[in-house]
């Protein structure tokens, strides 16, 4: 594959366009999204170093992208063929085993029924969001989730599929009920 490097908020590739290539972040992040007619946009979720981007579509021989991806910080990535992660798949034992592994941490929260019940409480939804990028990008100590959030709180606001000042809001009622304290961009908080 080939390295390529992305300005904040370059596209790497939009919904529709055919699948030709799998990305591979190296380091940076990178929003995975859909925009609907309305001009409204869904976060479906946020890749940092390791990731890959389009290998479940092309597992499943998807011959267009599903989503639109774009970089939410400078970002270098590996673009490899399409022929070579077939190729890597088929030979690579080890490679197949990242593959599946990745299939399955996607589809959890895709279609973790939690996270897309409208009716789910903004509460809840928020703490989903948050326990799932803790894990990715923060760290759990003395039974507390810590995430330094690695993006503004406008993507973290589209991620969980509400506006800004809501989520503003609903975020100074929980920290008042001491559900999570947040300095600054760091948010603490321990299981619900």
Not at 4 to 30: H, P
Not at 82 to 99: M, P, R, T, V
Request: aromatic share 10%; net charge positive.
């Amino acid at each position: 594959g080939q390295i390529i490097y992305y300005k904040e908020g370059d596209t790497l590739f939009l919904e529709g366009d055919n699948l030709d290539y799998v990305y591979q972040i190296e380091n940076g992040l990178v929003k995975v999204s859909k925009t609907f007619p309305s001009g409204e946009e869904r976060i479906f979720d946020i890749l940092g170093a390791g990731d890959f981007i389009g290998l479940v579509s092309a597992l499943k021989d998807d011959t267009h992208y599903i989503a639109t991806s774009n970089a939410l910080t400078e970002t270098k990535a590996l673009k490899i063929k399409l022929k070579d992660i077939k190729k890597a798949y088929d030979s690579d034992g080890k490679f197949k085993d990242i593959c599946m592994k990745c299939a399955v941490t996607r589809t959890n929260l895709f279609q973790s029924h939690l996270f897309n019940l409208t009716s789910a409480h903004l509460e809840d939804k928020i703490i989903i969001i948050l326990e799932y990028l803790t894990k990715k990008f923060g760290h759990y100590s003395g039974n507390q989730y810590i995430l330094e959030l690695p993006f503004s709180k406008t993507t973290l606001a589209s991620l969980i599929g509400v506006r800004r000042e809501t989520l503003s809001r609903k975020l100074s009622e929980m920290q008042k009920q001491n559900i999570i304290k947040i300095d600054k961009n760091k948010y603490i908080f321990d299981r619900m």
